[in-house]
Every structure is written in structure tokens, then in C-alpha cells.
T-cell receptor
């Protein structure tokens, strides 16, 4: 079975502060990990995925297989980063995603 | 590009009626679409995988006769909630991946449909 855990329902930081949204997963094979973001009144959209190893909007995430984690990080939060963030996993041979419960990021001025 | 349109965005109906939700890929073709359900303040739960030209694959615990899925073309999948009851009230979201031999294609999501059964 595969599972994605996001332990924080809400993360509140001040503008300019570093951000780390935690994501841990459980999967026996080699998964693909994703971060999706949902801004207020908008649809869910892909933020980044581990195979791309890219930085989007200043966010990065590194897959740590030893710790089975895929934490999302940004060194300096901005107010426009306030949104709901979902970590998701795709198992080998599957195209569907398993989502975590989501973390709401609030960046205060 | 890669826009998924979902319709209707909201529907309110009486218990016992059937409700159809459409999911369209507007500018790309998708052999596979996915239907998720989201309860308030909870995660998206996969209901079924919709395959163009063949039967949908349902997740464990999802009633096939309750949630009818049809994927008649490469750009349209429909979810029909039959004989809906208040416990079927939820937020339903579809997603689609581009038609490609690359299984790493990301999913693109619709806006979702909020279904309320009175």
C-alpha cells in the first residue's frame, strides 16, 4: 500500500521567513513524488516533481529515500505563496496519484 | 495549454436523482482521466481511472453501479452519480494526462464539482 503523510494542517510564517512543508511517504518501490498547489479559488496545479529537480517560484524539494521524505522548501516566503499545498505520490506502473491531506501555508505580512 | 474543463461547477439536487459531471480536456488528448473525491478538509481520494474506449478501473470500496464512468472519446469523460443520496454530497475533481508514451506526464486538474444532495 502507498501512503502520503503531511503532518501539518496549517503552517503560518511571516514574509521573508524560510518555509518547509513536510511530506513523508510509504511505498515499497521507487515512487515519483510531486507537489501540487491550490491558490484561493483556483484549481489544483502542479508545482514541481522530483524527477525534474527544478526550482519553481523559489520552491525546491529533494527526495530523500532514506527518510522517505519529500519536503518542500523555500528560503524566503512571500505573501503570494499563501495557498494549499498537497504532496502526491505515483507508484511504479500506475498513473493515478495518492495525495497527502494537504498543508495550508499562510504567509503574513 | 493543457486545460481541463469540468462541468457543472456546482449542483444541488434532490435525493434520488442522478447527476452527470463532465470532464473535458480542451487542448489535448487524454487516454486516461481520473476521478477523485474530496471531503471537507480532507485529501483527494481516487475513485476510479477512466480509460478511453474501455471500462473504468474502480478503487476498492467505490461502487461501480453507483458511480458510472464513461470515457467515450479522447477528450471527454463523464461521471454519473446514480440515485444520489445526501452521503454522496462531496467535491468531485477530475484530472487528465497528455496522451504520450511518457508515463511521467503530469496530471492536469479540473476546477471540481461541488455536489449537494438535499
Amino acid at each position: 500500500a502507498q501512503r502520503v503523510t503531511q503532518p501539518e494542517k496549517l503552517l503560518s510564517v511571516f514574509k521573508g521567513a524560510p518555509v518547509e512543508l513536510k511530506c513523508n511517504y510509504s511505498y515499497s518501490g521507487s515512487p515519483e513524488l510531486f507537489w501540487y498547489v491550490q491558490y484561493s479559488r483556483q484549481r489544483l496545479q502542479l508545482l514541481l516533481r522530483h524527477i525534474s529537480r527544478e526550482s519553481i517560484k523559489g520552491f525546491t524539494a529533494d527526495l530523500n529515500k532514506g527518510e522517505t521524505s519529500f519536503h518542500l522548501k523555500k528560503p524566503f516566503a512571500q505573501e503570494e505563496d499563501s495557498a494549499m499545498y498537497y504532496c502526491a505520490l505515483r507508484g511504479t506502473g500506475r498513473r493515478a496519484l495518492t495525495f497527502g491531506s494537504g498543508t495550508r501555508l499562510q504567509v503574513q505580512p | 495549454g493543457a486545460v481541463v474543463s469540468q462541468h457543472p461547477s456546482r449542483v444541488i439536487c434532490k435525493s434520488g436523482t442522478s447527476v452527470k459531471i463532465e470532464c473535458r480536456s480542451l487542448d489535448f488528448q487524454a487516454t486516461t482521466m481520473f476521478w477523485y473525491r474530496q471531503f471537507p478538509k480532507q485529501s483527494l481520494m481516487l475513485m476510479a481511472t477512466s480509460n478511453e474506449g474501455s471500462k473504468a478501473t474502480y478503487e476498492q470500496g467505490v461502487e461501480k453501479d453507483k458511480f458510472l464512468i464513461n470515457h467515450a472519446s479522447l477528450t471527454l469523460s463523464t461521471l454519473t452519480v446514480t440515485s444520489a443520496h445526501p452521503e454522496d454530497s462531496s467535491f468531485y475533481i477530475c484530472s487528465a494526462s497528455l496522451l504520450s508514451g511518457d508515463s511521467n506526464q503530469p496530471q492536469h486538474f479540473g476546477d471540481g464539482t461541488r455536489l449537494s444532495i438535499l
